[in-house]
């Protein structure tokens, strides 16, 4: 069953639901993007990553893989976006867990 559930930039830019991850990630043109913060590697965090500003590339810190744009919005999230309001719709079972929004820090690319 999905889940439904809202937050803001202003709560963090990182989300947990159990085992799953995602995190907020803007795109060279400025836009922003729910992504799963799981590496199709072998599941790395990508928010704790670095941005290859030279070749546009999202750098997982596990074993270095990199990942051109068009593979993270291949793994992003629907969402609605009403100012710094975000609503996301994420599939799966997981009644048990709570989802989580963190204050840490994202890569960035800066
Ligand atoms: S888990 Fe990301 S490169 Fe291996």
Redesign the pocket.
Known sequence: MPCFFSFSLNQGRLITWGVERFFVFQSTSGSYHLISDK?P????PLSRGSWDAENNRLR?P????SLPESALFKKQIPVVIVGEHWTVCIEGDRKEYTIRVHDIPVVTME
């Open positions: 590496c590697h072998r599941g790395g997982c596990w074993h270095k893989t």
